[in-house]
């Protein structure tokens, strides 16, 4: 097969300062919804230990707040928790929780939830700072080679949960590679670079990560950050349909200049080994 190289995405200086426009309560619930189910599937397997790693998050999150923030009660904190049991039986942490990630949006916790406005960065960095804490304060707890091990399977299982059986999937991976190279009126500010290498294999070169570029070096921990940004792709690109294997051998997080990826669709093919660094390194779009 002859390859054909596409880039799509243009990354913009003004992304991460950009305004955008969200419903805060829509998407603290989102938050929240991961949390709780998190907490569930974590009590469920260190039960013994749980009540000691809730108290060591209630002491991380009193420590990533601003005084002003510590003792604050949201005005949809009651709303939100209600909805998510287990975050319900610990309402310390809950709310600790809320009025960090209102913290991080940069939102008041005084004002009532609703359409407003945040700053890119901060909305990228909503996603993704709290599971950051509860990965650190659990291999504190627990361990670090067990903490990660769990972690993994939070994620994967959360994912499997929420995806939506009855979803439309694709016929195969070459109609989605023209799907997703498709000129776009408004580029994305992700920075992609396509391409087919053999039946049922479509390879992904991604140069930039904008969760990256908003987390900045928030993350010291470079291992701990892969599992938090990169660790649920695996299971989410199947999406796409259950026969699709996602391999990924070189990430941004883990400081490797791009992010390789390629989608395995095992309705044609079982192989699943992914090309060298030097075949990433010279992929060249041919629309550059």
């Known amino acids: 097969m002859t390859m054909k190289v596409v880039r799509t995405g243009k990354y913009r200086q003004d992304t991460m300062e950009r305004l955008v426009e969200i419903n805060s309560l829509e998407q603290l619930h989102n938050r929240f919804k991961r949390m709780d189910y998190f907490l569930g599937f974590i009590q469920a397997r260190i039960s013994g230990v749980f009540p ?169 921990d470079t291992e701990l950050k892969y599992h938090v940004c990169c660790y649920g792709d695996y299971e989410n690109f199947k999406v796409h349909h259950d026969s699709i294997i996602l391999t990924m051998e070189h990430t941004i997080a883990q400081g490797d200049p791009y992010c390789s990826r390629v989608l395995h669709d095992t309705r044609v093919d079982w192989d699943l080994r992914h090309p060298p660094k030097s075949f990433w390194d010279s992929l060249e779009p041919e629309n550059d």
């Open 52 to 220: 000691q790693y809730v108290d060591n998050l209630i002491t991380k999150y009193q420590n990533l707040l601003h005084n002003e923030r510590k003792d604050a009660i949201p005005v949809d904190l009651d709303d939100i928790v209600s909805e998510n049991p287990h975050m319900k039986e610990c309402p310390e942490l809950a709310r600790l929780v809320l009025n960090y990630i209102l913290q991080i949006l940069q939102l008041p916790t005084e004002d009532p939830l609703g359409e407003t406005k945040v700053v890119n960065r901060a909305y990228f960095q909503s996603w993704s700072h709290h599971n950051y804490s509860n990965l650190v304060v659990l291999t504190e707890t627990i361990g670090r080679k067990e903490a990660i091990a769990l972690y993994k399977r939070f994620v994967t299982h959360y994912s499997m949960e929420k995806r939506d059986p009855n979803r439309v999937t694709v016929d195969n991976l070459e109609d989605l590679f023209t799907k997703r190279t498709e000129p776009k009126a408004t580029p994305s500010d992700w920075e992609i670079v396509h391409t087919m290498i053999g039946d049922g294999k479509y390879a992904l070169r991604n140069d930039n990560c904008v969760f990256l570029t908003a987390i900045g070096d928030d993350f010291p």
